[in-house]
């Protein structure tokens, strides 16, 4: 009756009022407000000509209006909640579902909200003989076609391994990572896919798997990739080969592990007490407007405020999903978002410097479906940003995706998600802002500190960038802007314009353009096509090479020289170009003191002397020896039966370096010269002091040596340098001057 009432009574108000609409046990349309009003509807009232029934297990039996069956046991019935109740008959929705995650505090990815440790913690400690070895599989839409083994390739025994049909298929295009501790003598990986077609989900519209082995390939360094899957299409099966690592215990680093200290060592890993001066807090940049060059640290700021916003771009709310912060142990807060909603901010105080953890994680059912979960993650995000507005961490895809492929990935619930990020609340350096900072300037700038010597005062004039006679310097306009007339403004030029006040570089030049032309015009620039082309050479007609081709100097005429040119000839001279008389050369002893002295001979040959000694280094030593004969000659003093170094040096200069042929003696001061030819080094052997200069063939002072840089014995003259040829030497000694030829091989 009550029930009747109502209906008749909401009939006769003028409302417009509706309740939400639910639909009974028996799939009659019925009030949302009756259920758990406090009367029983077991069909015992009727709501638009059908009787009411929310008497079942599904409502809760009325939310507890109607009188639950004797033998019915109410309580949470799913085993995974943390308050299962296994004698319960009768869910009465009040299961509690853990948060799942690593729960080992020293692992790096360890979750401080997690109640339920889903074997994901890694950072695992190997023992001797093992190392560590990370396996990053990621599977196609067909899991449950997957399955691995790693076995020891030492006993051939399995360290580990997944058959096929082990994986749900809520871990469908999921990546796996097993943190695994391995023989050090090393594993081998046989990968299996009992379809046969590998992980290549592409083929079937979905998307394709991968299968990577990382390890430290050298001790003590960072991760390296041992193995990674050569193609996703592998067939039946893939093999990785043998993989070794080895093990290693980081050394220890003895110093200073305080960072506020001077003597604070970075790469430190035991304090050793080295630690006695404190650094001086202040601004260290030396262009800042602050800067304090007795500060040794910089101060910043220890805390400031950041925003976390979430987001929902379908604005139904998170549901049972929650981002968590924490700086270093400290759990800073945990956030959601209800529905009706697309952004929520949330203000954080975080420390400087201290590392910061936004966790995502969902603690819905197990047995909610994947599809839902997944619906529920791609269109949530989040962004933590500093108080510039610049974005430290963020998750998902911020603006959010047109295509739908989702913020935050989608898993399979349980799970969650971990980001990390340093945030800096900057330190307590003024910038340096330059500027004009009197008042009364026109270019006073009330955000500077600092005078840049910028302050101008009102200038009058034409300030328009566009006028013919704009005043750079005018900051008031006076209204005696000029139009501009463009144009070529150069009087010689063929499209001269006499109106015209500013050069376009319009005009033309005609002329020839041709650089290499003797008639070029470097202000040409439209060819007259009456370039010709210039020819270099003697343009003398009285000059030995001249060119009757050359239409341009170049400096090179060489005079008619006449003289012998045969270089077999006695008079034979290098410099000259046009032949005259050659005369023979007749080689013998030219010297009238010498036993076989020759008035024929023009050119020295072998000159033999009676040197008057009695003993000597051959028999008879005075006549057949010419070696010993020039000993004499060039110092008497061997001629007696002292037969010191100094002969025996000369006598070996003549036997042994250098025919005596070779030599060139002149008389009064005793200098030779060998070899000749020369090579890269002229002995001269001299009495005293001379000076040197050497000649070319054209006459160029090529070498000059002063006699303060000559002694007395044996000299040697580096002309490495000069090109092969004949050059002329020049000995000045007692005010006389002496020239020989000399050949360059």
């Given at each position: 009756m009550r029930k009747l009432i109502y209906i008749l009574l909401?009939?006769?108000?003028?409302?417009?009022?509706?309740?939400?609409?639910?639909?009974?046990?028996?799939?009659?349309?019925?009030?949302?407000?009756w259920l758990g009003d406090g009367y029983c509807d077991n069909e015992?009232?009727?709501?638009?000509?059908?009787?009411?029934?929310?008497?079942?297990?599904?409502?809760?039996?009325?939310?507890?209006?109607?009188?639950?069956?004797?033998?019915?046991?109410?309580?949470?019935?799913?085993?995974?909640?943390?308050?299962?109740?296994?004698?319960?008959?009768?869910?009465?929705?009040?299961?509690?579902?853990?948060?799942?995650?690593?729960?080992?505090?020293?692992?790096?990815?360890?979750?401080?909200?997690?109640?339920a440790d889903d074997n994901s913690c890694v950072g695992v400690s190997c023992s001797d003989g093992e190392a560590k070895m990370i396996l990053e599989l990621t599977l196609d839409q067909y899991p449950g076609e997957t399955g691995w083994i790693l076995t020891d390739i030492t006993t051939g025994q399995p360290v580990d391994n997944v058959v096929a049909g082990e994986y749900s298929y809520e871990e469908a295009n999921q990546t796996i990572v097993y943190d695994l501790c391995v023989p050090?003598?090393?594993?081998?990986?046989?990968?299996?896919?009992?379809?046969?077609?590998?992980?290549?989900?592409?083929?079937?519209?979905?998307?394709?798997?991968?299968?990577?082995?990382?390890?430290?390939?050298?001790?003590?360094?960072?991760?390296d990739t041992l193995w990674a899957l050569d193609t996703a299409g592998f067939g039946s099966a893939a093999y990785s080969g043998p993989i070794w690592l080895e093990q290693c215990d980081l050394p220890i680093v003895e110093g200073c592990t305080n960072n506020t200290y001077i003597e604070f060592n970075p790469g430190a890993n035991f304090d050793d007490g080295s630690c006695?001066?404190?650094?001086?807090?202040?601004?260290?940049?030396?262009?800042?407007?602050?800067?304090?060059?007795?500060?040794?640290?910089?101060?910043?700021?220890?805390?400031?405020?950041?925003?976390?916003?979430?987001?929902?771009?379908?604005?139904?709310?998170?549901?049972?999903?929650?981002?968590?912060?924490?700086?270093?142990?400290?759990?800073?807060?945990?956030?959601?978002?209800?529905?009706?909603?697309?952004?929520?901010?949330?203000?954080?105080?975080?420390?400087?410097?201290?590392?910061?953890?936004?966790?995502?994680?969902?603690?819905?059912?197990?047995?909610?479906?994947?599809?839902?979960?997944?619906?529920?993650?791609?269109?949530?995000?989040?962004r933590l940003i500093n108080?510039?507005?610049?974005?430290?961490?963020?998750?998902?895809?911020?603006?959010?995706?047109?295509?739908?492929?989702?913020?935050?990935?989608?898993?399979?619930?349980?799970?969650?998600?971990?980001y990390t990020g340093l945030p800096f609340c900057g330190d307590y350096c003024i910038p340096t802002v330059y500027g004009c900072l009197d008042e009364q300037s026109l270019n006073y700038n009330s955000d500077a500190n600092t005078n840049d010597g910028s302050c101008i005062e009102i200038v009058e004039g034409c300030t328009s960038p566009f006028a013919f006679n704009y005043d750079s310097l005018a900051n008031?306009?006076?209204?005696?802007?000029?139009?501009?007339?463009?144009?070529?403004?150069?009087?010689?030029?063929?499209?001269?314009?006499?109106?015209a006040n500013t050069e376009d570089g319009s005009c033309l030049y005609f002329g020839c353009m041709d650089e290499a032309a003797d008639n070029y015009d470097p202000i040409a620039n439209v060819d007259n096509g009456a370039c010709f082309t210039t020819v270099f050479g003697c343009t003398d007609p009285e000059a030995f090479n001249y060119n009757e081709e050359a239409n341009t100097e170049d400096f090179s005429c060489v005079p008619f020289i006449y003289g012998c040119m045969d270089s077999t000839a006695f008079n034979y001279d290098p410099l000259a170009n046009t032949d005259d008389e050659c005369e023979s050369i007749v080689e013998d002893c030219m010297d009238i003191l010498a036993y076989n002295y020759n008035e024929f001979a023009n050119t020295e040959g072998e000159c033999l002397y009676d040197a008057g000694c009695i003993d000597g280094p051959g028999i008879p030593y005075w006549l057949n020896d010419s070696c010993y004969a020039w000993v004499i000659m060039i110092d008497p003093y061997c001629c007696n039966n002292e037969w010191d170094d100094k002969c025996q040096q000369i006598y070996w200069s003549c036997s042994w370096d250098s025919p005596l042929d070779t030599r060139d003696l002149l008389r009064g001061h005793d200098i030779v010269m060998y070899p000749n030819p020369m090579g890269d080094i002229?002995?001269?052997?001299?009495?005293?002091?001379?000076?040197?200069?050497?000649?070319?063939?054209?006459?160029?002072?090529?070498?000059?040596?002063?006699?303060?840089?000559?002694?007395?014995?044996?000299?040697?003259?580096?002309?490495?340098l000069l090109p092969a040829g004949i050059y002329n030497f020049n000995i000045t000694y007692d005010n006389n001057i002496s020239t020989t030829k000399v050949l360059k091989r």
């Open positions: 909401i009939l006769t108000l003028a409302t417009n009022a509706q309740d939400s609409i639910f639909v009974d046990c028996v799939g009659n349309e019925a009030p949302e407000n015992a009232y009727a709501w638009g000509g059908n009787f009411i029934d929310f008497n079942c297990e599904e409502f809760g039996y009325d939310n507890g209006d109607c009188p639950i069956p004797i033998d019915t046991v109410p309580g949470c019935m799913n085993m995974l909640a943390l308050n299962y109740v296994p004698e319960a008959n009768f869910n009465d929705g009040s299961c509690e579902f853990p948060v799942f995650g690593c729960t080992d505090p020293e692992a790096p990815n360890f979750n401080p909200w997690a109640e050090e003598t090393g594993v081998e990986l046989i990968l299996s896919d009992i379809y046969g077609d590998g992980l290549e989900g592409s083929l079937f519209g979905g998307t394709d798997g991968n299968f990577v082995i990382l390890g430290d390939a050298e001790p003590c360094g960072s991760l006695e001066t404190l650094h001086t807090l202040g601004c260290i940049n030396p262009n800042a407007f602050n800067f304090n060059p007795q500060a040794t640290l910089n101060e910043i700021v220890p805390t400031c405020n950041y925003t976390l916003i979430i987001e929902d771009d379908g604005g139904d709310g998170w549901g049972d999903c929650y981002i968590g912060v924490v700086q270093e142990d400290s759990i800073l807060g945990t956030y959601t978002m209800g529905p009706g909603s697309y952004s929520q901010e949330f203000g954080i105080t975080l420390e400087t410097d201290k590392p910061v953890k936004v966790y995502y994680f969902e603690i819905a059912s197990p047995q909610t479906p994947p599809a839902e979960v997944a619906f529920q993650t791609m269109h949530n995000s989040f108080s510039a507005g610049d974005i430290s961490l963020q998750g998902g895809v911020y603006p959010f995706a047109d295509n739908g492929a989702g913020a935050l990935k989608a898993y399979a619930p349980p799970f969650w998600q971990v008031v306009d006076d209204n005696s802007c000029v139009p501009v007339v463009v144009g070529c403004m150069d009087n010689v030029a063929w499209n001269y314009n006499f109106a002229l002995n001269i052997l001299i009495n005293g002091p001379v000076g040197i200069e050497v000649y070319d063939v054209s006459g160029k002072l090529v070498i000059r040596v002063n006699e303060s840089q000559t002694s007395k014995g044996l000299n040697q003259l580096d002309v490495s």
